[in-house]
C-alpha cells in the first residue's frame, strides 16, 4: 500500500497544474458549500433566538379560548388574574423571568398620515423587555404608572415625521367592541433591529392599556423567558391547568420551524450541485491521466500487477487529492464562516420583506456547524472518490499487449 502510496504521489507530480487546479476546485466547492450552510444556519437560527426574545419568549399562557387572529379583547377570552400566574412561574427554578401583556389592534393618526399597529401593554419595569429598554435611541423609556405616554419605533416615527415630545392620536379597540381614541405624548423611540416588528408596534404601560380598553385587571398573555429553551416542554406541563393553553417557542415560531423545514430540500439541492461540479473536474482529471498513461499501465501489468493494484492507484490518487482539498476547503470555509458571524452580511430593506413574522434584522451573521462541517466534509470526500471509481475501472480494462502498442 505504501509503495502504491508513492507511486500516485510521483504520478500526481507529473503535471502540477493539473493537479493544483483540480485541488483548487474541490478546496473551493467545499468552501463554498460549508460558507453557504453556516450563513443559512445562522439566518434561521439567528431568526428563531430573536423572534423569542423579541417577541414570543419560550412559553406562553393564554385563555383556551383566547382568539389570537383576532387579537380578541373579550372578558372570557382574556386571562382574568395574570398576576397570580406570574407568580406561579417564577416561582419554577426553570424560569428566569415572566411577565403578562395585552395586545390590542390600534391606528396611530397624526394631522395628515396613520398607520395600522398592534399596541402591547407592557410591564416596563420586567426583564422580558429589556431588549427595547437597551434599544432606546432618544428620549426614555415608559415608567408603570405613565398615564400618557407612549413608546414607538424610530423607523415609524421617521416615515410619520415624528420626534419625542410630540402628541399622536391613537385608536384602539376595545373590550365592548366599540373603538376609544386618545392623545398620547412621545416618550420615547426605540430600535429593536427588526423592521418587520418595529414598524408595526406601539408600547403603552399595561395599567394604562387595560384601563384604555377597558378590560380590568386582564391580559391576553403571560410571557415568560427560561434559563435553558429546552426545558419548555417540562415547564409547560408544570404550568399547565384547566382553562389554560400553554404554548412553548416550538409552538409560537411554528410557522418559521415549518418554512425552515420545506426550505431545507433547496439547500441541499444546491449543495448537492455544487459537490458534483467538484465531481466532474475530479473525474475529468483522471480519465484523462488515464489516457496520458495506458502505455504505462501496459507495462505495469507486463511486469506483474494486478487490475485491483492499478485501480487502487488511481483510487489512491483521487483520495490524495479529496484529503488535501477537503482540509484546505474545511480551513477555507472555516474562515468564511467567522466572517459570516462577526461581520454578517448586510440586507438593509430586503428585512422589511419578513414582517412581523421573522425578526430578521438589516445584517444577518452566520454560525459554524461543527457536526455539519464533518458530514459535507465527509460527503464531499466519498463523492470525490466515488466520481473516480469509473476511470480507475477503465484503467484496469485494457489488455497489457494493445495498452503496450497505444503511442
Sequence with gaps: ???????????????????????????????????????????????????????????????????????????????????????????????????????????????????????????PTAETMTPFREGIVAGSFLDPDDRSGLLISRRLAESMELSVGDNVSLMVNTADEQPDEAVFEIRGLFDSGFPGFDESTVFLPLSKAQAFTRVGDRASAIIAFLEDQEEAESVAASLNAPGLTILTWRDLNQFMLSAVESSMGVLYLMYGVVLAIVAVVVANTMLMSVFERTREMGIMASLGMKGRQIMGLFLLESATLGVLGVILGVGLGSIGVYYLATVGIHIGDMADVAGTELAMGDTIYGAFQWADTVVLALVCLIINLAASLYPAWFATRKEPIDALRTL
Aim: hydrophobic share 45%; no cysteine; charged share 20%.
Design 1 to 123: 500500500m505504501f509503495r502504491l502510496w508513492r507511486l500516485a504521489i510521483r504520478d500526481l507530480q507529473r503535471n502540477k497544474r493539473r493537479s493544483a487546479l483540480t485541488l483548487v476546485v474541490v478546496m473551493l466547492g467545499l468552501a463554498l458549500v460549508i460558507m453557504l450552510h453556516g450563513w443559512e444556519m445562522g439566518a434561521i437560527e439567528g431568526s428563531i433566538e430573536n423572534n423569542i426574545r423579541i417577541q414570543t419568549g419560550h412559553i406562553q399562557m393564554r385563555s383556551q379560548s383566547y382568539e389570537e387572529e383576532k387579537v380578541s379583547l373579550k372578558w372570557d377570552q382574556l386571562l382574568e388574574d395574570p398576576w397570580s400566574l406570574v407568580a406561579q412561574a417564577q416561582a419554577l427554578p426553570e424560569v428566569r423571568d415572566a411577565a403578562p401583556v395585552l395586545w390590542a389592534s390600534g391606528i396611530i393618526n397624526t394631522s395628515d398620515q396613520s398607520a395600522g399597529l398592534r399596541v402591547y401593554g407592557i410591564d
